[in-house]
């Protein structure tokens, strides 16, 4: 039985490179190219939230492909968590990293 009291959050929820009906949750704007559970991990834990990583979890949309997942209990609506995830992995992951110059 599901604890009603967890948010089960799936990389593919942040993942650009998918569709709303493969299982992404953000708006496209917001989402990163194939993140990393790692990544989601860094996020929440920057944003002060406690999380347990699964890692062998598969999502049941794609069962054949083991991504892992985090789980979390529930302080806040499950989107405004997404969003304010997606929002952090966006500024971390997501914008290219700025050219440095060098001068010689």
């Known amino acids: 039985m ?22 992404r949750r953000v708006p496209k704007k917001l989402a990163v190219p194939s993140p990393k559970l790692s990544d989601i991990q860094a996020s929440l834990e920057r944003m002060g939230f406690k999380c347990d990583v699964v890692s062998e979890g598969a999502y049941p949309r794609s069962p054949w492909r083991e ?26 992951i997501g914008s290219p990293p700025s050219a440095e110059v060098h001068n010689i």
């Open 67 to 92: 991504t892992g997942y985090i789980t979390m209990s529930k302080r806040y609506s499950k989107y405004s968590l997404l969003k304010k995830v997606a929002e952090d992995l966006k500024r971390s």
């Open 2 to 23: 599901r604890e009603s009291a967890k948010i089960f959050l799936w990389p593919v929820y942040f993942d650009s490179t998918k569709t709303r009906s493969q299982g």
